[in-house]
C-alpha cells in the first residue's frame, strides 16, 4: 500500500508563506491527480489544490487561487504546495491525496501537518 507523508506544517505569521511537502513511498505510485484538503476545527475537509499528476496541469480553489502553486517533483515523487500571504483563516490541518483515476474520490491520504497562523 502508497503511503503518503505530509510535512511542512508548523506555527507562521500573518503575511508570511507556507511549503508544504508530501511524499509517495513508491516511485511507481501513478495517480491521475494529487491534491491538498484541509480541514480546521468544527468545519468540513475542503479541497484547496490538485494536480494532474502526468501532465502538470494545476487547480486551485478560490480562497487560494492567486496566492498559490501546487506542483511536483518527479525525481523525489513529491507533491509541492506554496502558499503566499497567509491568513488566520489558512489554520488547519493539511492532507495530502491521491486521485486514483478522473471523476474518482480521493482514495488514499497523508496523516496530515497542522497549519497555524498567527493573528
Known amino acids: 500500500q502508497v503511503h503518503l507523508v505530509e510535512s511542512g506544517g508548523g506555527l507562521v505569521h500573518t503575511g508570511d508563506s507556507l511549503r508544504l511537502s508530501c511524499v509517495a513511498s513508491?516511485?511507481?505510485?501513478?495517480?491521475?491527480?494529487m491534491g491538498w484538503f484541509r480541514q480546521a476545527p468544527g468545519k468540513e475537509r475542503e479541497f484547496v489544490a490538485a494536480?494532474?499528476?502526468?501532465?502538470?496541469?494545476?487547480y486551485y480553489a478560490n480562497s487560494v487561487k492567486g496566492r498559490s502553486t501546487i506542483s511536483k517533483d518527479a525525481a523525489t515523487n513529491t507533491l509541492l504546495f506554496e502558499m503566499n500571504d497567509l491568513s488566520p483563516m489558512d489554520t488547519a490541518v493539511y492532507y495530502c491525496?491521491?486521485?486514483?483515476?478522473?471523476?474518482?474520490?480521493?482514495?488514499?491520504w497523508g496523516q496530515g501537518t497542522q497549519v497555524t497562523v498567527s493573528s
Open positions: 513508491e516511485h511507481t505510485f501513478s495517480p491521475f491527480a
Open positions: 491525496g491521491a486521485q486514483p483515476r478522473v471523476g474518482e474520490r480521493y482514495d488514499t
Open positions: 494536480i494532474r499528476w502526468t501532465e502538470g496541469t494545476p
